[in-house]
């Protein structure tokens, strides 16, 4: 019986096979003991009218071997299709995306030579759910989902990476100054937990003051957790900051399957042209390695990369006079790598990963969530209007109501425009028109919001959403 893992290997588009070949190459000198499977994915699949970009049988590869190295894919432009890794990493429920960001100074080009980041973001919600719409002439809307399951995954992820890795901080990045229900929810839950991990020293940031800070001192930060969209945004300046978007490898995690990439593109107008850098890839094998639990063969393959960058053995896009010793091409940069296997860095900290459960991070743990007291006490309707100023609106408005709910208020674009808005306020033709029971803190019903909205459409307004308010154990689920 083979001891060989079994993984999916994906050699995508532009320069994608070169890099994925140079890897592969790599890890299989240094012993990997891997079954590959090969799936097809990326622009050929696109263009022959998948608009996912992956063909219904690779699935059943993924659900098999569980373990997903992905080359960069490119995807067509225009209209109708996909982002195949989103895709990917909703539909396998890959919910933490690990990017380690670390400076190689002083054998690549970094203003921050101390840099050592790891960026653990949320991989499945927030404004990636994708779930939009277009409410009127002028409005479009993007809903933002942060739920508490969502939160405690990839928290709790955040603080148990840290203890395998001997990581002795992790900082929250959030904006619930702004956002108070969900990214105030993201941060109450990162209290929460931070509170099981005394041993481990814990920090929360608002998001633009915490950016700042990572780009002008970012050795004050190891392990940063956050939300989906700041997550993407801010690996990327982290990855950029060490010298090379090029060196930084990821892996996006789940409780079922796991994929292991480079962070950069396909890059189609550098593809057959043997120059590629593989160093991005190769870094995310070496994760995927640490993941099957080839301990031995990610600390030699790692090593061996990093020994050859001291040696000043360097891709073009790493190159300089007088700090390079030599210009090597894709696969002359790979077998310089394999050259060097079992050798170890005098300058760049060398890496030893362990085969000890203490390397193993558990994935998908969070908490049952109970059940609160959910009480109805208003509703939201949203409509399009544009036939005159806020104060015509209101008064036009005012008095369609019914004997449960009459209107309290109204904004537009999140500022209070009725009752008593001032006429300098910008506005659009997307009326936020907030309803209660006049008897302040009273229960209604959905029967009632129905009659609302009848006599809504009866006088003539043109209602395009609603919005139910709910207090939730006496607390109100909604924004003021």
Known sequence: MSNKVPITVAHGDGIGPEIMDATLKIILAAGAQIDIETIEIGEKVYLRGNSAGIEPGAWDSLRRTKVFLKAPITTPQGGG?????????????????????????PFVKTVHPKMDIVIIRENEEDL??????????????????????????????????????????????????????????????????????????????IVDIGAAKMAS????????????????????????????????????????????????????????????????????????????????????VHNAFLKTLEDGIHTYDLYKEGLSKKKVGTNEYAEAIIARLGQKPTTLKAVNYQASDTNVVETGKHKETFRAKKELVGIDVFIDWKKGTAIEF??????????????????????????????????????????????????????????????INKAGFDFIKTEHLYNFDGEAGYSL
Not at 81 to 100: I, M
Not at 162 to 180: E, L, S, Y
Not at 423 to 445: A, L, M, Q, V
């Open 81 to 105: 299709y996909k982002s195949l890794n989103v895709t990917t990493r909703k539909t396998l429920g890959l919910y933490a995306n690990v990017r380690p960001c670390i400076s190689y100074h």
């Open 394 to 455: 209101g008064n036009s408005l005012k008095d369609v109501k019914t004997k449960n709910l009459e209107l309290q208020m109204i904004g537009n674009r999140g500022t209070k425009v009725w009752p008593d808005g001032l006429p300098e306020t910008f506005i659009t033709d997307h009326w936020r028109c907030r309803y209660f029971n006049p008897e302040k803190g009273k229960i209604i019903s959905n029967s009632d919001v129905v009659e609302l909205l009848d006599a």
């Open 128 to 205: 990636y759910a994708g779930i939009e719409h277009r409410q009127t002439d002028e409005v479009y809307q993007c809903l933002k989902l942060i739920t508490r399951p969502g939160s405690e995954k990839i928290i709790r992820y955040a603080f148990e990476f840290a203890r395998a890795n001997g990581r002795k901080k992790v900082t929250c990045f959030m904006k619930d100054n702004i956002m108070k229900l969900t990214d105030g929810l993201f941060h109450k839950v990162f209290d929460e937990i931070a509170a099981e991990y005394p041993d481990i020293e814990n920090e929360s940031w």
């Open 217 to 300: 001192t970012p050795e004050n930060f190891d392990v940063i957790v956050l939300e989906n969209l700041y997550g993407d945004i801010l690996s990327d300046v982290a990855a950029m900051m060490t010298g090379s978007v090029g060196l930084a490898g990821s892996s996006n995690i789940g409780e079922h399957c796991s994929m292991f990439e480079a962070i950069h593109g396909s890059a189609p107008r550098h593809a057959g042209q043997d120059k590629a850098n593989p160093s991005g890839l190769l870094l995310g094998a070496v994760l995927m390695l640490i993941h099957i639990k080839q301990f031995d063969v990610a600390t030699k």
